[in-house]
């Protein structure tokens, strides 16, 4: 199984890049997208964003990737 963690801060991405999950940013806290982008594997405008797109995460979740 595959683990994903949502943060808005890069020390919430790097602990998950760290964990070995799948580092997913959303731009819903005091960080910008600038900074963000060179941590997430995923980044979304807010947690509603994400959910509009769970199935592109699903696909690379199952492709092993």
């Known amino acids: ?5 949502i943060g808005d801060s890069t020390h919430d991405l790097r602990m998950a890049k760290a ?3 799948i580092a997913i940013g959303v731009l819903s806290g005091t960080s910008s997208e600038q900074t963000l ?3 997430a594997d995923y980044l979304f405008e807010d ?3 994400f959910s ?7 696909m690379h979740l199952n492709s092993g990737t």
Do not use: R
């Open 1 to 5: 199984d595959e683990v994903a963690v």
């Open 19 to 21: 964990a070995g999950a």
């Open 37 to 39: 982008s060179g941590d």
């Open 47 to 49: 947690i509603n964003m």
């Open 52 to 58: 509009k797109h769970l199935k592109m995460l699903n």
